[in-house]
């Protein structure tokens, strides 16, 4: 079956770091470009971040250029999202979805995994 | 950034009902918009892309229409399952936008 779900969310304090990964299966996970999506709570969905299906292409959102890192080993079906000098509006549910094509510019979402709860506070 | 706006906010119908959900950009976006159905707890599923072409598996109640800053999702005949919060999305800039959502409630 062809699946995606995300993991390592938590509770973090401002101004500190968390890292999510999300696992994949059922695909050819180097063929996939990947994206990050967040839903604050009460919120609509955000676009974070892209990785090309290599890994030699990433893009950002411009709420978290510079502290957020997506990254991805091929060899172990995982994508990656670091997080740095997190604050409050950081706190959402973290999403990856599939991108039908591998290329940095593979926009169209075919498939979305579950998500995992970010929360930023004291 | 391109902003998406989705009307209405929030639908109550019945099951059988037709339901109609629209979607405008604050440019001209071609046909790259996708629509996607949200559960809570659940992952979002991809309903719909490049404006109009059925994603496999979907039901084919589900259709999309538009092009341009206007676009529409029609649920023809609504089904139990249909209960859910519905989301357009551009990707046509590098930056991916959607809407604010519109959640279909029983009515």
């Known amino acids: 079956e062809v699946q995606l779900w995300a993991s390592g969310g938590g509770l973090v304090q401002p101004g500190g770091s968390l890292r999510l990964s999300c696992s994949a299966s059922g695909f050819t996970f180097s063929t996939s470009a990947m994206h990050w999506v967040r839903q604050a709570p009460g919120k609509g969905l955000e676009w974070v971040s892209v990785?090309?299906?290599?890994?030699?292409?990433?893009y950002y959102a411009d709420s978290v250029k510079g502290r957020f890192t997506i990254s991805r080993d091929n060899s172990k079906n995982t994508l990656y999202l670091q997080m740095n000098s997190l604050r409050a509006e950081d706190t959402a549910v973290y999403y990856c979805?599939?991108?039908?094509?591998?290329?940095?510019?593979?926009?169209?979402?075919?498939?979305w995994g579950r998500g995992t709860l970010v929360t930023v506070s004291s | 950034d391109i902003q998406m706006t989705q009307s209405p906010s929030t639908l109550s119908a019945s099951v059988g009902d037709r339901v109609t959900i629209t979607c405008r950009a604050s440019q001209s976006i071609s046909d790259w918009l996708a629509w996607h159905q949200h559960k809570p707890g659940e992952a979002p599923k991809v309903l719909i892309y490049k404006a109009s072409s059925l994603e496999s598996g979907v039901p084919s109640r589900f259709s999309g229409s538009g092009s341009g800053t206007e676009f529409t999702l029609t649920i023809s005949s609504l089904q139990p399952d249909d209960f859910a919060t519905y989301y357009c999305q551009q990707y046509s800039s590098p930056s991916l936008t959607f809407g604010g959502g519109t959640k279909v409630e029983i009515k």
């Open positions: 979805a599939k991108a039908d094509c591998s290329r940095i510019g593979c926009k169209r979402f075919d498939l």
């Open positions: 990785i090309s299906g290599s890994g030699d292409g990433t």
